[in-house]
């Protein structure tokens, strides 16, 4: 699937500019729709998605400001990018009064164009964060980004459950926000004030997790020489969340049961019965079907934490929020690595969008922060990326396979030619991801190979690789 790309309509008389100004922003990776005057220009936003538009003021039939007035009326928050001449700033502060986005004077500058352009559409989709309640259509609420149908249903359990008592089970595989969804259901609840305290069942060793969970009375256990109290009483009045709940011991399963039925337990070593008042989220990336069958998971306690469950999609089951999630963490490590990435290039977004994420969005944080910053050019490109991204395999391994060690064990051939076989094996394969970084550069390959570019063109000869086999990128 190619990621949705930003449909820009340049309206403007002069057939020079709009050619000039919609081969850039092609370039740039925007989809261009062009209109010579503004009736057309406003006859094309009835009919068409657009993302953004830039116009000039004077123009034949209908101009600029009436245009900017009309499609505001109609879009109120679509983003209006003014063309003028010099001499007519007047015009345009009056334009930006009436809700322009802002202007640009010609003769203009590309990279002026190209940020402004860039800062138009991203202002665009972060005005969806602060639209709490009202549907905005996708982008982000509760902090969670995202426009899929996955994520929008996401977006109505949220608002009907956050602000209840109900005990929720959120499932997904690692790195799709289970953390994130348990977070916001307490921001969005009239807890948000009292505390949110997080549990990691996997992360407390077995014999403490009792006298975490419900804290102990002083003498409980050598090495008890006070009473403490335990998370569940630390989070009364707010939300517990026990994260990776699979993980927790069979034994404690009971306990834990107990006190999620009764709203009541007892410290270790306590005779006296706390009652307490917590709203239960719970998370995991395990199938707790699976474990209830092996025996290592109560039915009773499934049930009484799954009254509503959130399974969270994994990201290739929502290649289409990409995009979205892409713009989001450029935004953010531009500020956080003091960058200015304006973009990410075509190429590199299809990338990004094919590949599978395993870490699901996690990965994609972790590889758009790496990107951002090795990135020296205004947009990212697909060689900002790391190569198992990019579909590079990685390195193979060095042995034999199991069809030809049979054969080299059934004494077919000697032990020479095996080893030459497998060295060869390796020797294309160190050339090819060389030729693949360098985007088919033999000079440069053959300097990371440290081996003359002579050298390197007889052994590509020799391994049966042709230069310029290797895509040279751009
Ligand atoms: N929809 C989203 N929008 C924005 N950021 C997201 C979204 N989902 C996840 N993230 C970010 O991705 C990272 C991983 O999310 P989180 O820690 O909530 O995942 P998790 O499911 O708890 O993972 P694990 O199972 O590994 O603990 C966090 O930095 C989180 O802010
Ligand atoms: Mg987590």
């Not at 050619?19 to 005057?37: C, F, H, N, P, W």
């Not at 202002?123 to 982000?140: C, I, P, Q």
Request: glycine share 8%; with cysteine.
């Amino acid at each position: 699937m190619l990621p949705e790309r930003k449909q820009v309509l340049i309206v403007d008389d002069e057939p020079n500019l709009r050619k000039i100004l919609s081969a850039q922003l092609s370039r740039d990776g925007y989809d261009v729709m062009t209109a010579e005057d503004g009736e057309r220009g406003l006859a094309l936003l009835k009919e068409h998605h657009i993302d953004l538009v830039i116009t000039d003021l004077k123009m034949p039939k209908i101009d600029g400001m009436t245009l900017l007035k009309r499609a505001l009326e109609e879009e109120p928050e679509l983003p209006i990018v003014l063309i003028t001449a010099h001499g007519t700033i007047d015009t345009a502060v009056e334009a930006l009064k009436s809700g322009a986005f802002d202007f640009v004077t010609k003769p203009f500058d590309k990279d002026e164009v190209r940020q402004i352009v860039g800062k138009a559409l991203r202002t665009r989709e972060l005005r969806g964060a602060d639209a709490t309640s009202v549907s905005t259509g996708g982008g982000v609420r509760f902090g969670i980004i995202g426009d899929s149908a996955g994520i929008t249903d996401l977006y109505a359990v949220l608002e009907r459950v956050a602000d209840t008592p109900t005990t929720v089970l959120i499932t997904g595989e690692s790195g799709t926000g289970k953390e994130l969804v348990a977070r916001a259901l307490h921001e969005h609840s009239s807890r948000k004030d009292k505390p949110f305290i997080k549990v990691n069942c996997a992360a407390i060793p077995k014999e403490l997790i009792e006298s975490e969970l419900f804290g102990y009375e002083r003498g409980a256990f050598t090495g008890a020489v006070s009473s403490k109290p335990g998370r569940f009483e630390l989070a009364n009045g707010g939300t517990l969340f026990l994260d990776e709940i699979g993980e927790i011991p069979i034994e404690m399963q009971v306990k834990l049961l107990r006190a999620l039925q009764e709203s009541e337990f007892e410290r270790v070593g306590g005779i006296k019965t706390i009652r307490i008042d917590v709203r239960l989220v719970a998370a995991t990336n395990r199938d707790l079907k699976k474990l209830i069958a092996g025996g290592t998971f109560r039915e009773d306690l499934f049930y009484r934490l799954n009254v509503v469950p959130i399974r969270l999609p994994a990201l290739r089951e929502r290649t289409g929020d990409i995009p979205l999630l892409v713009e989001h963490f450029l935004v953010k490590f531009n500020e956080r690595l003091k960058k200015k990435v304006e973009g990410v290039e075509a190429e590199a977004m299809e990338t990004l969008v094919a590949y599978p994420w395993p870490g699901n969005i996690r990965e994609l944080e972790n590889v758009i922060e790496r990107a951002v910053l090795f990135c020296d050019t205004q947009r990212l490109r697909a060689n900002d990326l790391p190569p198992e991204i990019r579909g590079i395999p990685a390195m193979a391994n060095v042995s034999l396979s199991e069809a030809d060690l049979q054969a080299a064990l059934a004494g077919e051939g000697g032990l020479k030619e095996h080893v030459k076989v497998a060295m060869s094996r390796l020797e294309r394969e160190l050339v090819g991801r060389a030729l693949q970084q360098t985007t088919g550069n033999v000079t440069h390959a053959a300097r990371l190979l440290k081996i003359s570019r002579k050298g390197l063109q007889l052994k590509m000869k020799e391994l049966g690789l042709r230069e310029g086999a290797v895509d040279k990128g751009e």
